[in-house]
Structures are given as structure tokens and as C-alpha cells.
């Protein structure tokens, strides 16, 4: 293995600092920057502003690597849905959703997930270890590199594998280049990092100079409820993260979202709504209700349609804010975790290139 350092996934700092080191001065940094987060490009040959000289004295020192694209496949309704493979070999999955106003982009911050929610695929994999800074920008780079070139604005979801903020250094570090007008460039509105709530990290993203919107993974309306279908209710019960989130300070354009997955027999009854509605009634924020990706693995059932619209009805009655997720690319399993666990059966088609 190569065992010079990624240059990409530094941070401006750090890049000032590398290149100074080798008695560059310290707008070069900023240069190469703006190279592999804006312009993105693959090489640092492609660098061109740059001095042979510096370009090679950066090539002795560092690659230039995005994470390896194991397999994509697309659905009939443009989703594709990618599975990288990383230098340790460990597996993650990022997804690309286009829609008619805008195109979204999934990522995940770790390799597995060790909160074990019981409807959510990843949990059940198990847990492997966090993502490095380059494999989560790593993501958004290839995804909008092979995407469609369209006059379009991006927005990105970091609600794919694993949970952000038990990644919170490596998850907030590549925050701030995606947001970035010289890295990423993406409006942070635009930019949702989603959590169960991991309390002590949620205060300390609240107090980062520039913040990202925000989801929270609610999925139940009492505290009895989210503990049987997320075990980490028992550390930072519902109250607590439901008063958090309405201190979070959201992005000028943006809104809290409470997620809710709706899972047959279980939580998708009208006393859940009518719960649900006396839990959100007067808060801030928005309700996003998604009906379960089902899978074999997984030991719910999705809810009836019948039973999503009453559900909905009830929050909307009550003046609450709320949107059903309509689900993508269900024929290419795009749903969290599951593109990983079938990595492990038979492959998926590939895309063809
Ligand atoms: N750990 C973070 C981010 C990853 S999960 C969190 O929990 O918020 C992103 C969202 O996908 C969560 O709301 C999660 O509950 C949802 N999800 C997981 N498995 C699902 C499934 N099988 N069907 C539908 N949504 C699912």
C-alpha cells in the first residue's frame, strides 16, 4: 500500500501548513485548496497554476485518492446508488437521488453502525469503524463528478451508514469543506446531517461557527416506544433530545425535521399520531414521515397506505408541519444499509459505463 498521506481530505490549515513546510508560501495552501474541493480535480498534475516544481514536490509527499467505486446501480427512477470500497477493504454506501427541483446527495460517516435501531439494516450489519475526513468528501466528490451536468443546486444528506455524530471530529471536518464557498460550495441549509441525538455532540455542533440543518431520528412519540426500537433512548431519552433540537440553531432557510418511520402495527396507529401531536404541538420544525424500506432482515412491515395517510392527516389537522418520504429506488435496495448486506449475497447489476 502507498503509504504517502492523502492530500485530499485536509483541511485548509493543514495544507497551508504542508506546503510551507516545504518553503512554499502560505497562499499556495489555499491554492491546492480550492483545487481538490472546488475545482475537484483527479490529479495533482491537474494543478496547473502550480509550479512543476511544487506540483512535484507535492507528488513526493502525497496521493491524490478518492475512495474506489466498488459498484453502482441505477433505478428506473434515476436513484443510483453507490457502493465504494475502501483501502481496508471495509464497505459504505452513498446514494444519488435527482428530482425535478433539485438533486440530492446521501452519504454515510461510518463503515456500520453501533446504535442498532431494530427496523434499520445498518444496525443489524453491525459496526465496523468511523470514516475518515477523505471518505466522506470522498463520496460527494465522485457522486457530483459522475452526475449529470445540470443547472441545478445540490443538496446534501448525511443520512446514509452510521451515526454523524459518534464520528463528530472526521463528520464536522468534512462539514466545513462541504459548505465551503471555496470548497464544496454547499449552502448549508442545503446540507442536513441527520442524528438520534447524541446529546454532548449536539451542544458542541450548536456552538460551530457555521452549522449544517438538522434531522433528528425520532420514529416514536413516547419514551417506552423509542427505547424498544432504539436502544439508545435509555442514554439520551426523548425529552431531552427534543429540547436540544429546538435550541439547535438552524440555518437562515432551513428547519428542524423529525423523522419518523412508520412501521406496520407498531407506531403507525392514530393514538401514535395524536402522541405525536402533543409531543410536537407548538415547536418549532417540521414532521418527515417515511414509510419502512422493507427487507428480509428486517422484522416489521410497512405500514398500509391507508394507515400512512391517516397518520398524516392527524399531524396536519393539528397544524404540525409534515411530509411523507415517497421512496426511491426500492428496486435497487437504495434504502440505508441494504446495497452493504447484499454486497455479501449475489451482486446487483451494475451500471453499465
Ligand atoms: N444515524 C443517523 C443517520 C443515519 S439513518 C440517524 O439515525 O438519524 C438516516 C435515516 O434513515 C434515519 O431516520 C433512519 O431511521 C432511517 N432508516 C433506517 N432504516 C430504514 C428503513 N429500513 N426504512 C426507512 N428508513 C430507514
Redesign the pocket.
Known amino acids: 500500500m502507498d503509504a504517502r498521506t492523502n492530500l485530499f481530505g485536509l483541511s485548509r490549515e493543514q495544507l497551508v501548513a504542508a506546503l510551507t513546510a516545504q518553503g512554499e508560501p502560505a497562499y499556495r495552501g489555499a491554492q491546492v485548496y480550492r483545487w481538490l474541493y472546488r475545482k475537484r480535480v483527479r490529479a495533482i498534475a491537474e494543478m496547473s497554476d502550480l509550479p512543476k516544481p511544487v506540483r512535484d514536490g507535492i507528488h513526493d509527499a502525497y496521493v491524490l485518492r478518492w475512495p474506489d467505486v466498488a459498484e453502482r446501480s441505477q433505478s428506473f427512477d434515476g436513484t443510483v446508488k453507490y457502493l465504494f470500497r475502501l483501502q481496508d477493504g471495509a464497505t459504505i454506501e452513498s446514494v444519488y437521488i435527482p428530482e425535478t427541483s433539485r438533486r440530492t446527495i446521501c452519504i454515510s460517516t461510518q463503515a456500520g ?1 453501533p ?1 442498532k ?1 431494530a ?3 445498518t444496525g443489524i450489519a453491525g459496526y465496523q469503524r468511523n470514516l475518515k475526513v477523505d471518505e466522506i468528501l470522498g463520496q460527494v466528490a465522485t457522486v457530483m463528478a459522475e452526475a449529470p451536468a445540470r443547472d441545478q443546486g445540490w443538496n446534501v444528506v ?3 451508514m ?3 455524530l459518534l464520528n463528530y471530529d472526521a463528520t464536522v471536518a468534512a462539514l466545513r469543506v462541504l459548505m465551503d464557498p471555496d470548497g464544496f460550495g454547499v449552502v448549508p441549509k442545503r446540507l442536513t446531517l ?3 441525538g447524541i446529546l454532548p455532540a449536539l451542544e458542541k455542533l450548536m456552538k460551530e461557527p457555521v452549522r449544517p440543518n438538522l ?1 433528528i ?1 425520532l ?1 416514536a412519540p413516547n419514551a417506552t416506544l423509542r427505547r424498544e426500537l432504539m436502544p439508545i433512548e435509555a442514554k439520551y431519552p426523548l425529552p431531552d433530545v427534543i429540547e436540544a433540537a429546538q435550541r439547535y440553531p438552524i440555518p437562515r432557510g432551513g428547519a428542524v425535521t423529525y ?1 419518523y ?1 412508520l412501521l406496520r402495527g407498531v407506531n403507525d396507529q392514530p393514538a401514535h399520531a395524536r402522541d405525536l401531536v402533543r409531543l410536537l404541538k407548538g415547536r418549532r420544525g417540521k414532521v418527515n414521515l ?1 414509510p ?2 422493507p ?1 428480509r432482515e ?1 422484522p416489521f412491515g410497512a405500514p398500509t397506505p391507508t394507515a400512512v395517510d391517516a397518520f398524516c392527516r392527524i399531524l396536519a389537522d393539528a397544524r404540525i408541519m409534515v411530509s411523507v418520504r415517497r421512496p426511491r429506488g426500492q428496486d435497487i435496495l437504495a ?3 441494504q446495497l452493504h448486506l447484499q454486497d455479501r449475497a449475489p451482486a446487483a447489476a451494475p451500471l453499465p459505463s
Do not use: D, K
Request: net charge negative; glycine share 10%; with cysteine.
Open positions: 453502525c446504535l435501531c427496523f434499520c439494516l448525511v443520512m446514509g452510521g451515526e454523524p441527520s442524528t438520534v434531522a431520528s420514529h423523522e418511520v417515511i419502512l424500506n427487507a428486517i434504502a440505508c444499509g
